[in-house]
């Protein structure tokens, strides 16, 4: 019987990062950074050596070095720390970074006082010594419609509970990644908001008939914003709320109290392509 190495890769993960820019009035940068380097790596799971493995150490302080020269677009940041781990590491051929962005809301009675902002911007960045592309995306965007919303028309079999209905509140914790044509030049601050804000928009305007009718909706309403996106997924956790009965206590409830549970839950997810776009259904998932 004979064996032989996998796929395989190695990196540094969730490395966490503050940058304060000074000035009149103080910004922060607040990031969780993941590299993950991949490439003639057979030595070290074979024999143990470990002539070509840049140690995660070593990555970990790459990302606080390159910090001190500014973080800027966290896409951009991403792309410079994949090119370089490849550029300069003989035996690395792939980096992927990924990179996750705590947003902070300035408090206006000072300068330098702030509260973390909901929702939490991602990128991602893989590079392999001829070919880049980015991807970028929102976590934990946490929405809600308190009506709007029906879920019926389903098969039932002996298991089935659920009762049809035609008036539901649909919440949802948005996970959202979108990738991007080109990874050249891009206004990246203005893509994410826009995505976002499209995001928001499709989900508040559709009445939705099905949690999958209404992923639909919003992926086709981002990528219809912006011709530079080829793909988005999404993943949508169905926060459930359900009706309370209040009728042992001799009250009605014309749907208005309800319990709101956060296990078990379905779990929705898909992807939108743009038809024609280069690299559809790359494995970025």
């Known amino acids: 019987m004979t064996f032989q190495l996998g796929d395989n890769q190695y990196g540094k993960a969730e490395t966490r990062l503050v940058r304060v820019d000074r000035g ?58 994949a090119r370089h781990f490849v550029d300069s590491a003989p035996a690395i051929e792939r980096a992927r970074v990924r990179i996750e962005q705590a947003s902070w809301d300035r408090i206006p009675v000072t300068g330098h006082s702030f509260a973390q902002a909901a929702g939490t911007r991602t990128a991602t960045a893989t590079y392999d010594g001829e070919s880049a ?23 039932k079999d002996r298991y089935t509970t659920l009762a049809e209905t035609s008036d539901r509140i649909l919440a949802t914790a948005v ?5 991007h044509s080109e990874p050249g030049t891009r206004d990246w601050q203005d893509s994410f908001d826009r995505a976002k804000e499209r995001l928001l928009t499709a989900f508040a305007a559709t009445y939705s008939m099905s949690l999958q009718q209404t992923l639909y909706a919003m992926g086709q309403y981002v990528l219809s914003g912006d011709d530079g996106l080829a793909e988005i ?36 997810e898909g992807a939108v392509l743009r038809e024609g776009a280069p690299g559809a259904g790359l494995a970025w998932w």
């Open 133 to 155: 592309w980015v991807v970028s995306g929102v976590r934990d965007l946490t929405v809600m419609n308190t009506t709007g919303s029906e879920f019926h028309g389903f098969p």
């Open 24 to 81: 009149d009035t103080h910004s922060i940068t607040d990031l969780t950074v993941t590299t993950t380097l991949a490439g003639d790596l057979t030595a070290t799971h074979l024999t143990g050596d470990n002539t070509g493995v840049l140690p995660t150490d070593t990555q970990k302080n790459t990302v606080y070095a390159f910090a001190r020269d500014g973080v800027g677009e966290i896409e951009d940041f991403a792309l410079r720390l």
């Open 233 to 268: 997924r999404l993943e949508l956790p169905n926060k459930h709320h359900f009706l309370v009965d209040l009728e042992p206590f001799g009250l009605d409830n014309p749907g208005e109290v309800y319990l709101a549970a956060d296990r078990p839950y379905g779990l929705i």
């Open 175 to 179: 996970t959202a990644r979108w990738r």
